[in-house]
């Protein structure tokens, strides 16, 4: 609902706060909010409607005395139970109850906050993982596009797989990591997102256990949460998840699948070593323990490539691999890739024609073409140069202005830097403070509850002379909130 699109009139010789009490009505009547829901708190709508908050206190006291609104304890101002009254005779389904019946758990608060935010216009996205509109190929894109509109042979559904071509050009693509993969072996997906998805459906039951790295990207997400499942996250040091600790954890949880995120991990940036990755290998290979490799950062490499992955060393078909186009190429484009046994990719392919019918014919068939052409590896090896001075302005603004209160690793690649406050530091405050301020930062505590004094910062969204303005004013804010 704090999806707001619309502004009162300041022309109008109608007062702005009976603009706002008409709006307001119109969205009820209309039943897009309907009983119970709950409206954005006053600050939000002041923002949104760009007026003073005593302007949005005004109309909200209007509705409230007419019956539209009403205030609950703990839960705000909602939709009154009553309002129906006021302007129909048949009183409407109660949308929320379906809402909150809904088998699929949503976003946490804050995530939902930074996903709205995202989108604010002039905002400066100091916390967003994906590449920024100046390293998305616009112009290679209209090229590949217009070159693929000549192959299209079809405009229809593709293979429950994928497109044929696109699969082959991925099983040449990791070819020279190491893994050998048959087109067979390899699921055409929406987005490496989706592959997890279809996971959490296609192949665990309720009640299994996913071991992960602590903290971790997918803790942010409920995917497996709402299949039933619970993530019990491992601790990490630099080399990346302690494998020394596998089995005892495997020994507490029974674990059905371990998730693990090695080459610049999302939130930490931290680099699994070649050492530690065979160690993980073994390990799970002993206790038949199958492993979601999410190498979604891997061609992101800014000093030195990346070790093999997991799934080059795999002998034995335990590992799920997972690649994507969306880090390095463009997140709209939607395509990434699970490689497998032929099996598991059989019945989760089934899976997805359940759910889309299979991933868009358009941009499987622009995959396939910027894999052939040689012109991705172009535009990776590009985009490293970009990222590489990024990084460095990223990392001249934070010795600048956060070296007394904050402590943090430079990565060797991906997108993310692990931010930890030395000092006490109210993070929600800071978080509203700075969006306030058109700053949008993501708190640590969402990839791990714990982790209530670190940020997840990226430099690879916003532009070199944004990261330096935007952490200059975001150490201004954090030293008036230190403890």
Same mark, same amino acid.
């Given at each position: 609902? !704090?999806?707001?699109?619309?502004?009162?009139?300041?022309?109008?010789?109608?007062?702005?706060?009976?603009?706002?009490?008409?709006?307001?009505?119109?969205?009820?009547?209309?039943?897009?909010?309907?009983?119970?829901?709950? #409206?954005?708190?006053?600050?939000?709508?002041?923002?949104?409607?760009?007026?003073?908050?005593?302007?949005?206190?005004?109309?909200?006291?209007?509705?409230?005395?007419?019956?539209?609104?009403?205030?609950?304890?703990?839960?705000?101002?909602?939709?009154?139970?009553?309002?129906?009254?006021?302007?129909?005779?048949?009183?409407?389904?109660?949308?929320?109850?379906?809402?909150?019946?809904?088998?699929?758990?949503?976003?946490?608060? /804050?995530?939902?906050?930074?996903?709205? !935010?995202?989108?604010?216009?002039?905002?400066?996205?100091?916390?967003?993982?994906?590449?920024?509109?100046? *390293?998305?190929?616009?112009?290679?894109?209209?090229?590949?596009?217009?070159?693929?509109?000549?192959? *299209?042979?079809?405009?229809?559904?593709? &293979?429950? @797989?994928?497109?044929?071509?696109?699969?082959?050009?991925?099983?040449?693509?990791?070819?020279?990591?190491?893994?050998? !993969?048959?087109?067979?072996?390899?699921?055409?997906?929406?987005?490496?997102?989706?592959?997890?998805?279809?996971?959490?459906?296609?192949?665990?039951?309720?009640?299994?256990? #996913?071991?992960?790295?602590?903290?971790?990207?997918?803790?942010?997400?409920?995917?497996? &949460?709402?299949?039933?499942?619970? *993530?019990?996250?491992?601790?990490? $040091?630099?080399?990346?998840?302690?494998?020394?600790? +596998? &089995?005892?954890?495997?020994?507490?949880?029974?674990?059905?699948?371990?998730?693990?995120?090695?080459?610049?991990?999302?939130?930490?940036?931290?680099?699994?070593?070649?050492?530690?990755?065979?160690?993980?290998?073994?390990?799970?290979?002993?206790?038949? %323990?199958?492993?979601?490799?999410?190498?979604?950062?891997?061609?992101?490499?800014?000093?030195?490539?990346?070790?093999?992955?997991?799934?080059?060393?795999?002998?034995?078909?335990?590992? %799920?691999?997972?690649?994507?186009?969306?880090?390095?190429?463009?997140?709209?484009?939607?395509?990434?890739?699970?490689?497998?046994?032929?099996?598991?990719?059989?019945?989760? !392919?089934?899976?997805?024609?359940?759910? $889309?019918?299979?991933?868009?014919? +358009?941009?499987?068939?622009?995959?396939?073409?910027?894999?052939?052409?040689?012109?991705?590896?172009?535009?990776?090896?590009?985009?490293?140069?970009?990222?590489?001075?990024?990084?460095?302005?990223? @990392?001249?603004?934070?010795?600048?202005?956060?070296?007394?209160?904050?402590?943090?690793?430079?990565?060797?690649?991906?997108?993310?830097?692990?931010?930890?406050?030395?000092?006490?530091?109210?993070?929600?405050?800071?978080?509203?403070?700075?969006?306030?301020?058109?700053?949008?930062?993501?708190?640590?505590?969402?990839?791990?509850?714990?982790?209530?004094?670190? *940020?997840?910062?990226?430099?690879?969204?916003?532009?070199?002379?944004?990261?330096?303005?935007?952490?200059?004013?975001?150490?201004?804010?954090?030293? /008036?909130?230190?403890?």
């Amino acid at each position: 609902m !704090a999806q707001l699109d619309w502004k009162p009139d300041k022309a109008s010789p109608v007062p702005l706060y009976r603009q706002i009490a008409a709006y307001v009505k119109e969205k009820i009547a209309s039943t897009e909010w309907p009983v119970n829901s709950k #409206i954005p708190p006053q600050r939000t709508l002041a923002r949104a409607f760009e007026v003073n908050r005593s302007t949005v206190v005004t109309a909200l006291e209007e509705l409230t005395a007419e019956g539209f609104l009403e205030g609950r304890s703990g839960s705000g101002t909602v939709v009154a139970n009553s309002s129906w009254t006021t302007l129909t005779a048949v009183p409407p389904p109660d949308w929320n109850a379906y809402v909150n019946a809904g088998i699929h758990k949503p976003n946490l608060p /804050t995530i939902q906050e930074i996903n709205k !935010a995202e989108f604010h216009p002039g905002v400066i996205r100091l916390g967003t993982g994906e590449l920024g509109p100046e *390293l998305q190929p616009r112009e290679w894109m209209r090229e590949v596009l217009g070159r693929v509109s000549g192959k *299209l042979e079809s405009l229809g559904y593709e &293979q429950p @797989k994928g497109l044929p071509a696109l699969r082959e050009q991925i099983s040449l693509h990791v070819k020279p990591l190491g893994i050998e !993969a048959s087109p067979s072996a390899v699921l055409v997906v929406s987005g490496a997102l989706q592959a997890l998805q279809l996971i959490s459906l296609g192949i665990l039951h309720r009640g299994s256990s #996913i071991l992960l790295e602590k903290p971790s990207y997918l803790s942010s997400l409920h995917l497996f &949460q709402s299949a039933g499942m619970r *993530l019990v996250g491992m601790p990490m $040091d630099g080399q990346g998840l302690i494998t020394s600790r +596998l &089995q005892a954890y495997l020994g507490q949880h029974q674990a059905a699948m371990l998730y693990t995120i090695p080459s610049f991990h999302n939130p930490t940036g931290i680099l699994m070593t070649a050492q530690r990755r065979q160690e993980l290998l073994k390990v799970c290979e002993a206790e038949r %323990l199958p492993i979601v490799e999410d190498d979604v950062y891997r061609e992101l490499w800014l000093d030195t490539p990346a070790p093999p992955p997991l799934k080059a060393a795999d002998k034995s078909g335990l590992v %799920l691999y997972l690649g994507s186009m969306s880090k390095t190429l463009s997140p709209g484009l939607r395509i990434g890739w699970l490689i497998g046994p032929e099996p598991v990719i059989e019945r989760l !392919a089934d899976i997805k024609m359940q759910t $889309d019918y299979g991933s868009s014919s +358009l941009s499987q068939w622009a995959a396939a073409e910027w894999l052939a052409s040689g012109r991705y590896q172009e535009h990776i090896a590009w985009v490293r140069g970009q990222l590489k001075k990024r990084r460095e302005a990223a @990392k001249l603004a934070l010795d600048a202005h956060f070296s007394d209160m904050a402590a943090w690793s430079m990565p060797s690649g991906g997108f993310y830097i692990w931010l930890r406050f030395t000092v006490g530091m109210p993070i929600r405050k800071l978080f509203e403070r700075a969006l306030e301020a058109g700053i949008l930062i993501n708190p640590g505590s969402v990839y791990d509850q714990g982790a209530t004094q670190y *940020l997840r910062l990226s430099y690879s969204y916003a532009a070199p002379d944004e990261l330096h303005s935007g952490l200059s004013r975001l150490a201004e804010i954090a030293r /008036t909130l230190a403890e």
